[in-house]
């Protein structure tokens, strides 16, 4: 789709053969309503309440070994009473190997339109989103007439390739009300566990803390431990490690391939990070995912001025550091240029916000004129040895992508899909558990109302399972797209190193997006792309 570009203001499993689901309305007998309907979609798809049925009554999905992949099973009836169990079996081959299912409910937060940050047709309209997922262990509402969607895992972690058949059931008192299949094809390659997009988010361990009510500095560590491997599982790199890096107990998760990147603090004194040198730099493969990040989103000169100094201090106490700074600012300075050209002087992680590749987002008039232009000026840094990330955060809006719970669940995943247009290896999340603005975030998702009380998600990718009854961290919606979307980023990246073509790629690419601006809202052409990138790859590894 195409749409109209904005300037926009700067901003400061458990392993199952079957997963039963009970669900309860009344406690009189089961009555449903003759139109019973159950329908299938993609992963992505946010199924509002009150949408029509749709016409799929099987999916299938595809996936590479090593992976996640997932679907949804939809319900709508006109009216009903009565308990319901749906579950899903086993997937099985025809040979008789399996792979791993498991399903969760998914919860709907309240949510209202608001300018910039979408059209001003859709200012004041309100609508409850579905966002986060918890394991089907429980009751869950059907509601008479509402869409009731129920989120389908795939596994395929030490799975045989091929083709792979499952069955979803809602039954009342024995009698089958509805029943789908779902076929899942697991390609003959799987992915590689370090991933070539580095995608780090910050996950506060205090903020952790005061929302799960840990009792003690012992309970606060584990439940710390426990998130952080959940995310971790969901090809995200929290900022800081468990552990103190000079604590032995951290080698552990440096060690872990998964992790691919890692905060330094910077606000420990000079003798301290002398001392992370000398541990990381022991360790290439530790050095290399290490980075500071001394200073968030620099603003005016000053701003860019501390980047020096932060710069000069490092240099003397941590040799081969890397210095990330988010920035969506280029301010003039004077004799020495802009702020890019002052950044570059220690900044070797660049990493502006999305929609500062349309440069009319951060350049002036004058920079615009003079300078090279932004996304070149990116690639050129980019060519010199340094990184390339970007960010999101409560902008960009539309025509933007972001991580907007009410926003359409493929711009979450096709955001990594235009990274690779612009050369971007990297992405970078503020937090993700920003709890702290509402009493809870499953009731409430507009996290930063400090920022604005009308954009839902931004500071929060999960949720915090005691305060309904589950036991640790549950995903949401927009986490599941953001895993799905670095695992899609790898195949881009593994087709890349086969050697082929990038005009080839670029096309497979364009399937889905052309720019950050131009970009498709259908949820069906991600699976496309990824099966022609899956058919290359297959071919070139069958070539040898």
Sequence with gaps: MKLTKKKFP???????????????????GCSPGKAT?????????????????????????????????????????????????????????????????????EHYVPTVYSVPFFDEKLHGK????????????????????????????????????????????ATCNGEVLDSGEVKIHVWNFSLPVAKAMKVTAGLDETRLGQTTKEADAADRKATYVEYWK?????????????????????????NDPRLTVFEVPSNESDDTIRQYYQKLSANPEWLEKSYFYPLDEPSDQNGYLAIISAGERLTAIF??????????????????G????????????????????????IYSTKQAATKQPFAERMLAEKAEGDDLWWYVCWEPGEPYCNLYVNMPGVR?????????????????????????????????????????????GDGSLMYPGNLIGV?????????????????????IAMARNLGITEQTIRKVVNLVAKSITDYSDNDDDIQRARIVLATLIEKKLAEG
């Excluded at 920022?451 to 839902?456: A, C, I, K, M």
Aim: with cysteine; hydrophobic share 40%; aromatic share 14%.
């Design 338 to 361: 802009d702020g890019i050209d002052v950044a570059s002087r220690y900044v070797n992680i660049w990493c502006p916000k999305l929609h500062c590749f349309d440069q009319e987002n």
């Design 319 to 336: 040799p081969e550091f890397r210095m990330c700074v988010p920035f969506f600012a280029n301010p003039d300075m004077g004799e020495q």
């Design 37 to 105: 309907t159950m329908w299938f979609e993609p992963p992505t798809k946010k199924v509002l309440r009150g949408d029509a049925p749709g016409t799929r009554s099987s999916f299938t999905v595809y996936m590479a070994g090593e992976e996640y992949e997932g679907c949804q099973a939809v319900f709508k009836y006109d009216y009903f009473t009565g308990p319901v169990t749906v579950s899903v079996t086993q997937p099985v081959s025809a040979s008789g190997a399996t792979l791993n299912a498991s399903l969760y409910a």
């Design 126 to 169: 309100t609508e409850d989103y579905p966002d986060g997922l918890s394991p089907l262990t429980g009751d869950i509402e059907f509601y008479s007439n509402s869409a009731t969607p129920v989120y389908i895992l795939f596994d395929s972690h030490g799975a045989e390739p091929g083709d792979y058949t499952a069955t979803v059931t």
């Design 471 to 491: 036991n640790g961290p549950c995903s949401s919606l927009r986490l599941e797209a953001v895993r799905d979307g670095v695992d899609d980023y790898e195949m």
């Design 412 to 456: 979450h995943r096709s955001i990594f899909w235009q990274a690779d247009l612009y050369g971007v290896e990297g992405f970078l999340f503020w937090s993700v558990n920003y709890w702290s603005e509402v009493y809870s975030p499953w009731e409430d998702m507009a996290t930063v109302k400090n920022l604005s009380p009308y954009v839902y």
């Design 10 to 28: 700067a901003a400061a499993g458990v392993v199952l053969a079957t997963v039963i689901l009970t669900v309860c309305m009344l406690p009189a």
């Design 230 to 254: 959940y995310l971790l599982d969901h090809n995200v790199c929290p900022f800081r490690l468990p552990y103190d890096i000079l604590d032995e107990r951290a080698d552990e998760f440096l």
